[in-house]
């Protein structure tokens, strides 16, 4: 069992810059596929980035390539989402999921955080 928890949503401005963590408890962290995902009003949720339980592998939709940094702190249990140069359409609902397979496709997750806003506006 995993249990997933963000923090670090707010409110930016466009161009602006934004730290999300997401703490787990749970022995087999470092064993697990982390992923975030974000889910805009009306809209899918939406793959953004995953890494590999060891941190080496990454992988990023084009949307945010070149902008956002996952990265994940297996001796913490947490993981990290960096956001830079932010624009009004990262705006959503942004969650942490942890897994066992390497995917973007959100059913293929098998533990969910609550979810952190980010509103990104002036």
């Known amino acids: 069992q995993v249990q997933l928890v963000e923090s670090g949503g707010g409110l930016v401005q466009p161009g602006g810059s934004l730290r999300l963590s997401c703490a787990a408890s749970?022995?087999?962290?470092?064993?697990?596929?982390m992923g975030w995902f974000r889910q805009a009003p009306g809209k899918e949720r939406e793959f953004v980035a995953r890494?590999?339980?060891?941190?080496?592998?990454?992988y990023y939709s084009d949307s945010v390539k070149g902008r956002f940094t996952i990265s994940r702190d297996n001796a913490k249990n947490k993981m990290y989402l960096q956001m830079n140069s932010l624009k009004p359409e990262d705006t959503a609902v942004y969650y942490c999921?942890?897994?066992?397979?390497?995917?973007?496709?959100?059913?293929?997750?098998?533990?969910w955080g609550q979810g952190t806003q980010v509103t990104v506006s002036s």
């Open positions: 999921a942890a897994g066992v397979v390497v995917t973007t496709f959100p059913h293929d997750y098998d533990y």
């Open positions: 749970g022995r087999t962290f470092s064993a697990s596929v």
């Open positions: 890494i590999s339980g060891s941190g080496s592998w990454k």
